[in-house]
Nanobody, 124 residues
Framework: QVQVDESGGGSAQAGGSLRLSCAASGRTVSRYAVGWFRQAPGKEREFVAGTNWSGGGKTYADSVKGRFTISRDNTKNTVYLQMNSLKPEDTAVYYC?????????????????WGQGTQVTVSV
């Protein structure tokens, strides 16, 4: 089992930046993929970005390509989401999710372990 905890959320103005962190613990000796998701009020949870174990495989939602960057430091069991050029429509609760796998997937139901979420609010 892997536990994940998000941090780094908060408020920013449009055009600003925030960096989210996802710290993993537990069975981190296993190879695990990590995905970032978000959920705005009244909307379904959606995929934002994901990385495989090595960090060599990454994928992004079209809505964040060129603005968000996912990276990981396996020596620290931490995955980061650097969010630049933020827009009001990026406002949501952001979740980190993990699955013990060498693969990478965008589907919400593929991931087994979820954090509690961190709020990101972007104002005009």
């Amino acid at each position: 089992q892997v536990q994940v905890d998000e941090s780094g959320g908060g408020s920013a103005q449009a055009g600003g930046s925030l960096r989210l962190s996802c710290a993993a613990s537990g069975r981190t000796v296993s190879r695990y993929a990590v995905g970032w998701f978000r959920q705005a009020p009244g909307k379904e949870r959606e995929f934002v970005a994901g990385t495989n174990w090595s960090g060599g495989g990454k994928t992004y939602a079209d809505s964040v390509k060129g603005r968000f960057t996912i990276s990981r430091d396996n020596t620290k069991n931490t995955v980061y989401l650097q969010m630049n050029s933020l827009k009001p429509e990026d406002t949501a609760v952001y979740y980190c999710a993990a699955k013990i796998s060498d693969a990478l997937n965008k589907a919400v139901n593929w991931y087994d372990y979820w954090g509690q979420g961190t709020q990101v609010t972007v104002s005009v």
